[in-house]
């Protein structure tokens, strides 16, 4: 297949005309979970050519880039994250023919490609683990991963007192190959997703040659799973503490937010920058402090990193306009954009996150009141999408789509839902296929059913029932990022300016711009600021004043 080494000439490479120096700045990535997206040969599990045939809407939609979370071949453990094969490509979702063409489709619309990268652990049937387990103890492979005799008189107990993510210890005992019990591997997530030894310079010098493969390809960039996690602590120290999922985002562990990774994407920075047009690698990091997650977005290291402290923000302004000011301030350092996201394939919904009362997590099991969740999320969006930096639209949310709180049982597939202890395991309920028509077998996910079931009504969400309609949420996001893109003081920038509002309210001004948001569930009147550019609710203006709905968001000229 022909390698895409430049950028798509489409007003996106540095040659072209209209070029914006940056683009990651300001863009709105849209985030696809291949599984869930569309299905291209009907065999209820979507896939890279349903993604291909669906790339005019999100051309439509006006978004800058997609993202794809993992589609490598995988034994699908873990949704694709644990890679048996990271340059091959899961033949439940295609070919890399698959993947060149959608990469060449993509760029031929204007669009950039971001693929997932795994590199804090692979799948147990990576070839390098399973020729470590074949060979047993001094195998040199071993030194690829973490393994480690056991504690106890007959190394019974796991090396140090880590636990899973996904619940239980971060260890698992090997067997070797004459049956008796051996040493032992690191997972932090699951036992089928040991974790690399980054120390060891195989491991380094292969991932450099996997970004190159994908470069080639013509990827414009990463987004890196599980960022802050590849460097352990020298010696991994016991943590000294049980529980320790409720530490996660308030403390520096010793598997996770280590400063060595640092080094790590300095050397995949400099990998980046011999492409031309502008590839980028956007950090999944997960850190204590918004200062610390800037580490990761200094100049000679990763472009962007997701904001978490923003998307674990209840719908309150006080709470809201503290995380937007110290997001800002904490990038304005480095030189980095913010970013700003809402809903991802690992957190519940925000349409259902926000119909329910604040302070419940980020993974919840009741539906709560539907239609104050969705008002509160056209709102929260419409907010979102008015602050300096970057956005990103995980797939579905621009349908106003709630989380599927009722799967049975028995349909669920998240690992974590079967182990004990660990987190929630109700990702499946913002995985399920998104609704591309009122009618079908799978709302036209694919021309068969759909790998998770959909519930009843999601038609009358999906994008048929929304398109052309007025007032709908599809149409509040087509205009939204329209005039994002349209609007001079929108899009890149380090600040906003506080203006006067009342208790409980939001105004914010940019240059010839201003956002009001209500989160409280009485309407607030206001003086009228400029002139109405859009709105998550209708809004009167009654002469110099108009009245500011509960739980809405509108935009202004001024």
Not at 531 to 545: E, I, K, R, S, W
Request: charged letters at 20%.
């Amino acid at each position: 297949m022909t390698q895409h080494l430049a950028a798509p000439s489409t007003g996106t490479s540095d040659e072209a005309p209209g070029h914006r120096t940056g683009w990651w700045q300001d863009a709105v990535i849209y985030q696809v979970y291949p599984r869930s997206f569309a299905d291209g040969n009907g065999d209820g599990m979507g896939d890279l050519a349903g993604i291909t045939a669906r790339l005019p809407y999100l051309r439509d939609l006006g978004v800058d880039a997609v993202w794809l979370s993992p589609f490598y071949a995988s034994p699908q453990a873990d949704a694709g994250y644990d890679v048996a094969d990271y340059r091959a490509i899961d033949p439940m979702f295609g070919t890399l023919l698959d993947a060149d063409e959608l990469i060449r489709e993509a760029h031929a619309l204007g669009l950039r490609i971001i693929v997932d990268l795994v590199p804090n652990h692979s799948s147990d049937q990576h070839e390098w683990f399973k020729r470590a387990l074949a060979e047993g103890p001094g195998s040199p492979l071993r030194e690829r991963y973490h393994f480690l005799p056991g504690k106890g008189v007959d190394g019974e107990l796991p090396p140090n007192d880590w636990e899973s993510i996904f619940g239980g210890p971060a260890w698992t005992r090997t067997t070797d190959p004459d049956g008796t019990p051996g040493e032992w591997y690191l997972h932090l997530f699951a036992p089928e997703q040991p974790d690399f030894n980054w120390e060891h310079p195989a491991v380094a010098d292969e991932f450099r040659s996997i970004l190159r493969f994908w470069l080639d390809m013509g990827v414009d960039g990463f987004r890196v799973d599980v960022a802050h996690g590849l460097v352990k602590a020298e010696g991994l120290p016991d943590l000294g503490a049980h529980d320790q999922l409720k530490l996660l985002g308030n403390d520096v562990m010793p598997f996770f937010d280590q400063d060595g990774v640092h080094e790590i994407y300095r050397s995949w920075r400099t990998i980046l920058d011999e492409y031309p047009g502008e590839r980028i690698a956007v950090a999944e990091a997960w850190t204590p402090t918004v200062e610390r997650t800037a580490n990761y977005v200094r100049p000679d290291e990763m472009h962007q990193a997701f904001n978490f402290q923003y998307l674990t923000t209840d719908w309150n302004a006080g709470e809201l306009r503290t995380v937007i000011d110290t997001s800002l301030a904490a990038m304005r350092p480095v030189g980095a954009p913010a970013t700003w996201v809402l809903s991802n394939h690992d957190v519940t919904r925000h349409a259902t996150r926000f119909a329910n009362p604040p302070g419940l997590g980020t993974q919840i099991r009741t539906a709560g009141d539907r239609e104050l969740g969705l008002r509160r999320a056209r709102a929260a969006t419409l907010l979102m999408l008015a602050l300096p930096g970057s956005a990103y639209v995980y797939q579905g949310e621009e349908l106003g789509l709630p989380d599927v709180t009722d799967l049975p049982d028995e349909a669920r597939q998240d690992p974590s839902f079967f182990r004990a202890e660990g987190q929630d395991g109700f990702r499946d309920g913002c995985r399920v296929p998104i609704p591309w028509t009122r009618e079908g077998s799978s709302y036209g996910f694919g021309d068969g059913s759909s790998w998770l079931p959909q519930p009843a009504g999601w038609g009358e969400l999906s994008v048929e029932a929304q398109t052309g309609t007025d007032g709908s949420t599809l149409e509040l996001y087509r205009a939204a990022i329209a005039a994002r893109r349209e609007h001079p003081g929108l899009g890149a920038g380090t600040d906003v300016e506080w203006l006067a509002a009342p208790e409980g309210v939001l105004a914010l001004g940019r240059p010839g711009f201003v956002c009001t948001v209500n989160t409280t569930g009485t309407p607030v009147r206001m003086a009228v600021p400029g002139t109405l550019l859009l709105a998550t609710a209708p809004v009167t203006v009654d002469g110099d004043t108009y009245e500011l709905p509960a739980d809405t968001t509108v935009w202004w000229t001024v």
